[in-house]
């Protein structure tokens, strides 16, 4: 990972090809974790396409890494459609080698709400609860 830092920091020194890696590297994992989510979730892209309703070739579009016409809209539907939550945020360019090894399947697919351990209750929940209600 160093090598690429390294690349990065001269290649960086120019802001259009700051500005194009960035685009081209948020393009990519947006577009593999909505297969990858698509593809966990075991939907096709004709399910998926109806759960947010568009069709199967938008939900092809979307998966193309070469897509870059994101709308918050659509991206919230796929969020709600595989139950996990939406975060858009803005980074500083240092954290790009972080989001280059952050391509795996842990990062690209996150639990649904159902599956996510903060929010499934332990037994200390059920007893707290129990001890608590009249």
Known sequence: MNELLDRLKEDFQN???????????ANAYV???IKRLREDRGLSQEELAALIGTKQSGISRLQSRDY?????ETLRKLAKAFGVRLRISFEE???ITD???GFSQGNLVPRKFAEDPAFKPSANDSHSLAASTP
């Open 15 to 25: 802001e259009d090809a700051r500005y194009a890696y960035a685009e081209s590297v």
């Open 31 to 33: 577009s593999e974790q």
């Open 68 to 72: 870059s016409a994101w709308k918050v």
């Open 93 to 95: 360019f240092g954290t």
């Open 99 to 101: 989001d280059i090894a």
